[in-house]
């Protein structure tokens, strides 16, 4: 066996079809892709509720359904989304987790960004940014409170640094007394036009690498929003950190018209080589020590 390795799927975000017809939108899609991954090596899954006409969905029912689906055919650890911009106040960003822990349908994780960012997209073709005023505003008072909520519910947080300054503030929220140990800790590359994080590339993920605490024991993962995760992995796996991917961030058209699945075997076939092996989802509850 070799060193664990913990393969998260960000199946769907808010990516329409255009990239990739595949992406799942609908309960019944999510939960056929969940049951896919798992039997591929995938132990944890990332969605966003999503209309069937692919439009955002944010009442907590339509997270409902789709985990009901979910739970109903594999063991798969669950990750909603919080709603990004698309939702503000934070009691309205949070009312889904409390509403499904009331239905007996609890996430495994909260995902909380810890920290601010502009996430307007900029056209290189024209050199002109698509819009200005896209603020991803997340204040930390505001992630103090998430995380409250969060332990409250009985549920895990993951925290997602998209620069060096959100990952030294959950590193500080360590040292307060407010995180679960081991951290669980996410780094959200961004590609697409998207600056308001470090680039996809080696030199985008190195200074996360470079900055961690050794006085904070974390169980670190690597997403690229919008970007090619495929050509970071060897590093990412060479360096002990886990993976985050999906088709809700790239549509891997470099693989033809793939299905999450075959995204997850390719992640699987490169952690071979790597000497990585993908754990189950009690294999991350024990890496996480849940």
């Given at each position: 066996m070799g060193r664990p390795l913990i393969i998260e799927v960000r199946v769907n975000e808010y990516?329409?079809?255009n990239s990739n017809p595949n992406v799942p939108w609908t309960p019944e899609e999510i939960s056929r892709d969940c049951n896919e991954i798992r039997e591929a090596g995938a132990a944890v899954v990332h969605f966003h509720a999503r209309k069937e006409d692919g439009s955002p969905a944010f009442d907590?029912?339509?997270?409902?359904?789709?985990?009901r689906k979910i739970?109903?055919?594999?063991?798969?650890?669950?990750?909603?989304?919080?709603?990004?911009?698309?939702?503000?106040?934070?009691?309205?960003?949070f009312q889904h987790y409390v509403a499904l822990e009331k239905m007996d349908l609890k996430p495994d994780f909260v995902p909380i960004d810890t920290g601010t960012t502009n996430i307007d997209r900029f056209d290189f073709s024209t050199n002109t940014f698509d819009t200005k005023h896209k603020v991803y505003l997340n204040a930390t008072e505001t992630v103090e409170r998430f995380i409250g909520w969060t332990h409250d519910l009985g549920m895990r947080e993951q925290l997602f640094a998209w620069t060096v300054p959100m990952l030294r503030t959950g590193q500080a929220l360590y040292r307060m007394g407010l995180l679960k140990t081991p951290v669980h800790q996410t780094f959200l590359l961004t590609e697409g036009g998207i600056l308001g994080g470090h680039p996809g590339t080696v030199a985008g993920l190195k200074p996360f690498i470079e900055l961690?605490?050794?006085?904070?024991?974390?169980?670190?993962?690597v997403g690229c929003k919008e970007g090619d995760l495929l050509g970071l992995v060897p590093y990412i796996l060479q360096n002990g950190g886990h993976i985050s991917i999906g088709l809700g961030d790239y549509g891997y058209r470099e693989l033809g018209t793939p299905r999450n699945v075959d995204v997850v075997r390719k992640v699987v076939e490169l952690a071979r080589q790597y000497d990585r092996t993908p754990v189950t989802p009690d294999g991350v509850k024990e890496l996480l020590g849940m």
């Open positions: 990516a329409m079809r907590a029912e339509s997270y409902a359904a789709s985990i739970r109903a055919g594999s063991d798969i650890l669950i990750a909603p989304t919080m709603g990004q911009i698309h939702v503000s106040g934070d009691a309205t960003r961690l605490d050794p006085a904070v024991p974390m169980v670190w993962s």
